[in-house]
């Protein structure tokens, strides 16, 4: 039986005294971890939960959140990270959803979770992760792994769920994936592409551990004994001191990420000759930008990322060997790469029916990575599992070489003049503008087209683009009825805390400041 | 939810007119392979066959042999493969056991399975694989693949069973080991050994497919994209033969298929510079051996698996860039390697307390891939599976840097004199005599010591030793008391389907032609 725990106690065992977990300075070998997740699980028990209950947990990335998705599984308690950017509107119903029978905070977190356990009945125990005084009515982290006895033995696994992850909630309410430690587990041991056990690797996680790109690392990396060095949050000049001062190996980042580090003013005063290793994902980086990261960090493998919450984490993967700048090999660079050994992948229309190569249809899969379901959703569940496959609602098409290539999100598609137009490929042609930093396109409501394309940008520093200029430049990339007809330039666009551009709030900024033309 | 169906369904998916099982002559397509196993599945379910149900099988290696190990899966009925080498004395206690539905056999064991049909009542048809006309009484296997709807869907897997392996039995009765889709599934993922999935590779299974280390092979190959060439049993001729007409890229041999390969009269004939890889298992081959294979395949790549029917295949690998055969690290050829990455491996004194490294103790393990257990016997099981720990009963240690080494079976150590004897010990230092081609040591009975080292050899061609010149060699390199007391020299030694040392038969014949002195 497939059980999370056991990938733990392995790693504890076989390399007891190498480092595994650092946090503010603060390093735990595999041993030390394995033995607070043991402790976890027993003071968890003393509190009263039990097998089935939900532990909800709202907080920035720290040591404690990792230990949270482990110890509670040894008592068959699911962890159920939210996402600490949610208002108090937001969170209610997923906390309504999950009726979780305790709820973890750290600091920043302590007045939103008294509102919020006045408003969620289930909640019984407050838990305070925090530095400092314990606030009052919160039991402290600490003495909870104090309280109990060690807990060993894990009876769970399979099929058994192992979390329950809200998914971004883009559109509609948020839905519960619901993951099974098997699911998580054939994700993580997917990750033998680091090839040899034990060599030495070492990465920085600061991508927010409520999103499923990081918590499938926690899994991934304590498989491989890869050392995890856990930041809050993604800040550009933490993340280079600390590559520095630990000698890392690996990073994941997002084109936003990159970016923000390479352009950063300090950059050149920090020695990241260690890196071997970077990890993107989210979204195929612009060309300029892998050039650029290829230039600053030669002998650095680039491996892309594609994945979902529901998949447990990778879908498809591009690895170092497949990023060509040039040559007819280069056009792999805009794909998101071959589907996992063990995922079945297939484009298909709105029929089910596989399309064939270089059409556009829906990405489907279907693999033991495949979520058990939305929680307390059996139609949304319907909708997207059928026959075990699993509808991502994503579009793309595969090339004559079995590379996957997204087109767009299957209802972020703009049709404009009865012409389905993909906001990637837009964005794209934007995307070589040197003036242009960051960018997004949204269809924007128009009586004439049905919709038009919108384009919103940040700009480079220093640098500046018209919109008559910015348009004459797509039209040497695009068809004319994909260009952009308006465009905004704003400050900076907003990013979800997986470092995703938010396309909705984009929409929503710019419905509320227009009227439809 | 981990399905082996799905394996053969991805890979017929991605890579459908690639090579993937050739018999006899004739390759089959992954596709037509997919097809066949779902024809086989309807075709089982026209017969009556249903979840939950068994299906024996008395087979030499064929294609159908590959169809029946996925075919049956479908419809949640389990395969039951059977040793062919086995009278109808031990087979029978096996069909009381596993009571299948039905009886698989192929032309040579026609007559046996009318003999097992009437002593096992649960069989109700009988299917014939054989070439030539269907005899009276059996129903043919291609028409049960015409004759029912191809199925599709399987929806088992996880840990719903998916074989029965009857144990070698050496001793006591036989066991009969159940290993779930998950088992197989994560042992056969493991084998990211071969990185690149889908480039090309090629291997050739000649060891019988009732074992699991032909068995496993299915699902890791199928997993790869391996092209398997399947013959009948093994045979020298045969396999470089093969190897020289499909360009095959990869072998598994243990030491005696090396040796007759190396010997065979017309290995000069053949070109195999096809080969790039060559696994061996069941036992660390002799350094000699491995230094005239190195000399014999310059750039083909040696791995060593270690495993068990009840671990669902691998337990310890010991991969090319380990193979030195000189310098400090020429010791870990004696290993079996690391464990593999999802198991924890432990050595353990009586006690079941961990030992120290270098000191002996039993190789206990737990993971994902350990047997559900035996059937029908729980209390075998309960001796083995200890708090999910795996008992091997294989005796052994760990170095400092975690390989592990085989002293001996725990049951075959032989106690002399109140002094412990591994007798791989033994026959280690007897193998470096370079006039011994094959050597077993026993423990034979005796009214002083207890027990006496009893040597069996056989000779290379032209050379001989005499009992005091071979013992007087051992003495060089083991303590006195280690060193063979008698000797016997015989033509060639027995070995199991599996191609192992058969030391019961030996300790039998021994028995029988002296009496104890």
Redesign the interface.
């Known amino acids: 039986?497939?059980?999370l725990p056991?990938?733990l106690?392995?790693v504890a065992?076989?390399f007891p005294n190498r480092a595994g977990i650092t946090f503010e300075g603060k390093t735990r070998t595999w041993s030390d971890v394995l033995q607070r997740c043991e402790q976890l699980a027993g003071g968890l028990r003393e509190l009263g939960l039990k097998e089935g209950d939900r532990l909800a947990i709202l907080s920035h990335n720290s040591s404690a959140m990792a230990e949270l998705f482990y110890g509670p599984l040894w008592l068959g308690v699911v962890p159920v990270p939210l996402n600490w950017r949610w208002t108090k509107v937001e969170l209610t119903p997923c906390l309504g959803d999950c009726e979780p029978a305790a709820l973890v905070v750290d600091a920043e977190n302590v007045e939103i979770a008294r509102e919020l356990v006045r408003l969620c009945s289930s909640i019984q125990t407050l838990i305070y992760v925090g530095d400092g005084d314990v606030p009052n009515g919160f039991v402290d982290y600490e003495a909870v792994l104090r309280s109990g006895e060690r807990i060993s033995?894990c009876p769970f696994?399979?099929?058994d769920l192992a979390a329950i992850v809200y998914t971004g909630g883009t559109t509609g309410r948020s839905k519960g994936v619901m993951l099974s430690h098997?699911n998580l587990?054939?994700n993580a041991?997917?990750h033998?592409?680091f090839d040899a056990?034990g060599v030495g690797y070492s990465i920085i996680l600061s991508g927010p551990m409520f999103h499923i790109s990081a918590i499938c690392r926690l899994y991934i990396h304590t498989?491989?004994d890869v050392h995890m060095l856990i930041l809050p949050q993604f800040d550009a000049l933490d993340l280079m001191e600390n590559v520095q001062k630990y000698q890392v190996t690996s990073l994941i980042l997002i084109s936003a990420m990159a970016a923000l580090l390479l352009d950063h003013p300090r950059y050149s005063e920090f020695d990241l000759s260690s890196l071997r290793k970077i990890n993107y994902g989210a979204a195929p980086m612009p060309p300029s930008l892998i050039k650029r990261l290829q230039n600053a960090f030669p002998g650095v493998g680039f491996f892309h990322g594609y994945g979902a919450t529901e998949a447990s984490g990778v879908i498809s993967t591009l690895p170092a060997q497949d990023h060509h700048l040039e040559g007819a090999a280069a056009k792999r660079l805009r794909s998101v790469g071959k589907?996992a050994?063990?995922?079945?992948l297939?484009i298909v229309d709105d029929k089910g029916e596989e399309v064939a190569p270089d059409v556009v249809g829906e990405i489907v899969i279907?693999?033991?990575n495949v979520m058990l379901g939305y929680r307390n959703m059996p139609e949304e569940t319907a909708k997207v599992l059928r026959?075990?496959w699993y509808h991502t609602g994503d579009a793309g098409y595969r090339d004559e070489d079995?590379y996957v290539y997204l087109v767009d999100r299957m209802k972020d598609m703009i049709i404009s003049g009865g012409e389905n137009i993909y906001s990637v490929e837009v964005e794209r042609a934007i995307d070589l503008h040197p003036a242009v930093r960051q960018c997004a396109v949204i269809g924007r409501p128009d009586e004439k087209w049905g919709e038009v394309v919108h384009a919103v940008i940040s700009l480079e520093p220093g640098l500046t683009v018209t919109e008559e200029e910015l348009i004459a430049h797509c039209h040497e990339y695009i068809a004319g009825y994909k260009c952009p007809k308006v465009l905004s330039i704003w400050d900076a666009l907003p990013l979800s805390g997986a470092g995703k551009l938010q396309k909705n709030e984009i929409r929503d900024r710019i419905n509320a400041q227009e009227k439809p033309r």
């Open positions: 039986m497939m059980k056991q990938i106690q392995r065992h076989e033995d696994g399979g099929d098997s587990y054939v041991m997917n033998l592409e056990v498989f491989m589907p050994p063990y995922i079945e297939r279907r693999g033991p026959k075990g079995n």
